[in-house]
């Protein structure tokens, strides 16, 4: 199955989160059953993105969005794992401070964007800025309604002059996952440092967010930046879907090692010189 294809939004066309199934799992039937599949992908993710590296000539963008509880933390965990940590870094966009709200929305994004051979991950991005001020009412509807072209051709700027391809995951659970997770939160100690009070305040905002993130799918998904829909009522299967998207992603982008800036050959000759003289002198 190419999930790709599976849970693009489609530009142009109008989705209803409703008609989508945070709990589909595909053909697996569990976690160990796709675990050879999920092995396959992490295991070309970590070999295309060191070909990308050395290629330098692109770059790869993966954002990351999701309700509370979605497990935006936990990709960026797993997707990591699979990368050379020199070629990779994440940028989680935290509420912004005095000195960013003196300048436009896009201007502490910027910086963070990949240059070429990199891939950067946003957890949380730019589209807080027609999610979180949407549905808090922080800004009047004309300033984010207008920045939904912003956004785009902002994309298109890292697409076109960086050769930057971008991919957007939008993590979605149901809301009864979500209460799950919390719970989760409270009974493991090694998820308590998580809790906040918000969650459960940001929870009474339920409908509005689902309603801000249809607009942002439904106005920001193009062809050089297009929006995915994951399932990820399933932890596993989660993964699974963001590791082939990412998989497939960079095979489309077809990274070459480059060619080596020396004469190999009288590389070759210097090393079997040193060679010889490291060798013990025969007798």
């Known amino acids: 199955m190419d999930f ?13 989160l409703s008609n989508f199934d945070a709990g589909y799992q595909g053909k697996h039937e569990s976690e160990k059953h796709a675990a050879e599949d999920l092995d396959h ?15 330098s000539s692109k770059a790869l ?4 969005q999701g309700i509370d509880g979605a497990g935006k933390d936990g990709t960026c965990w797993h997707v990591m794992n699979a990368m050379d940590p020199q070629g990779v870094h994440v940028t989680g966009f935290k509420q912004p401070i005095p000195t960013e709200l003196g300048h436009d929305f896009l201007w502490r994004v910027h910086a963070h964007a ?11 991005s730019h589209y807080e800025d027609v999610l979180f001020v949407r549905v808090h009412n922080l800004v009047p509807a004309h300033t984010w309604e207008a920045r939904y072209d912003f956004i785009n051709n902002w994309e298109r700027l890292l697409h076109v002059e960086n050769h930057t391809t971008i991919i957007k995951l939008f993590l979605y659970i149901s809301k ?21 009070k918000n969650d459960y305040s940001e929870r009474e905002y339920w409908d509005d967010y689902i309603t801000a993130f249809e607009g942002a799918l439904n106005n920001c998904s193009t062809l050089y930046a297009p929006w995915y829909v994951i399932p ?7 993964n699974l879907a963001v590791s082939q998207i990412i998989a ?12 080596p800036t020396v004469d190999i050959n009288e590389i070759r000759r210097l090393y079997h010189s040193a060679e010889e003289q490291q060798s013990p002198t025969k007798k």
């Open 248 to 259: 497939d992603t960079l095979e489309e982008m077809n990274p070459h090692w480059p060619k």
């Open 61 to 64: 963008l993966v954002v990351l």
């Open 41 to 55: 992908y992490r295991d070309k993710i970590s070999k295309l993105q060191r070909t990308l590296y050395g290629d």
């Open 4 to 16: 790709r294809k599976e849970f693009l939004v489609k530009p142009g066309h109008k989705l209803k």
């Open 176 to 196: 009864e996952r979500q209460l799950e997770r919390f719970k989760q939160r409270i009974d493991d100690q090694g998820r308590q440092w998580k809790i906040s």
């Open 114 to 124: 990949p240059r070429k051979g990199e891939i950067a991950i946003f957890n949380r």
């Open 232 to 238: 990820a009522n399933h932890k596993w299967f989660r």
